[in-house]
């Protein structure tokens, strides 16, 4: 099975511009989670997204958004970039998102703001 | 590679020693415990789990000991590899959809 992909792989922008970052999670799985990577804040949860819907959120600002197609490829947005959102951006898939469900992470997409 | 953490605490060991890198979690309310590793370059690879009705788990050359009492969690390496050198994460979650994790340990292999 194809692990998670994540495009583009790097990325450059410079403020105020928006970016959008794409995720295809593992073949049959619907639960898709966005994970923010810095070496000062490490890994932080943005959000959840099963059945095109979002269930959990993390406490990052409204420039953060995200949505699920049905085929349960992700995508992420965010607006107004700023410099420190420079940063690994990370994506998980598991089947259902389930208690116990392991998230299995793809490469990420390495977002420079200047 | 990008840096996963600039002021990571670091572990070094001896080639074929074993290993044992700690975590402190924080919710008492987690029930799944997760161990990752992450190489230069590449996103979090899983290692090993365990379930807050267990204590200890094995894989291959992999153990994971869960101490609910005092909110801890180790994850221990044996006979360590130059391979084995990366930058290693525990995650809990309570059910809620979103791992936390913890800031990383940066294991080094020495020759």
């Known amino acids: 099975k194809a692990g998670v992909t994540q495009t583009p792989r790097y990325l450059i922008k410079t403020r105020g511009q928006q970016v959008t970052l794409s995720c295809s999670p593992i073949?049959?799985?619907?639960?898709v989670s966005w994970y923010q990577q810095t070496p000062g804040q490490g890994l932080q949860f943005l959000f959840e997204?099963?059945?095109?819907?979002?269930?959990n959120k993390g406490n990052f600002p409204g420039r953060f958004s995200g949505r699920q197609f049905s085929n349960s490829r992700s995508e992420m947005n965010v607006s107004t970039l700023e410099l420190g959102d420079s940063a690994l951006y990370l994506c998980?898939?598991?089947?259902?998102?389930?208690?116990?469900?392991?998230?299995?992470f793809g490469p990420g997409t390495r977002l420079t703001v200047l | 590679g990008e840096s996963v953490g600039l002021h990571l605490p670091t572990l070094s060991v001896q080639e074929g020693d074993n290993s044992i890198i700690n975590c402190a979690y924080s919710?008492?309310?987690?029930?799944?415990f997760i161990w990752y590793k992450q190489e230069s370059g590449k996103g979090p690879q899983f290692i090993i789990d365990?379930?807050?009705?267990?204590d200890k788990r094995q894989g291959q050359r992999v153990t994971v000991l869960l101490n609910k009492t005092v909110k801890h969690l180790s994850l221990q390496i044996a006979a360590t590899q130059p391979g084995d050198s990366a930058v290693y994460f525990c995650?809990?979650?309570?059910?809620?959809?979103?791992?936390?994790f913890g800031t990383g340990t940066r294991l080094k292999v020495l020759a």
């Open positions: 073949s049959g799985h619907r639960s």
């Open positions: 998980a898939s598991s089947p259902t998102g389930g208690h116990t469900d392991t998230q299995y």
């Open positions: 365990i379930r807050s009705n267990m």
């Open positions: 997204y099963f059945s095109e819907t979002q269930r």
């Open positions: 995650a809990e979650t309570s059910g809620t959809y979103k791992y936390i």
């Open positions: 919710n008492s309310a987690s029930d799944y």
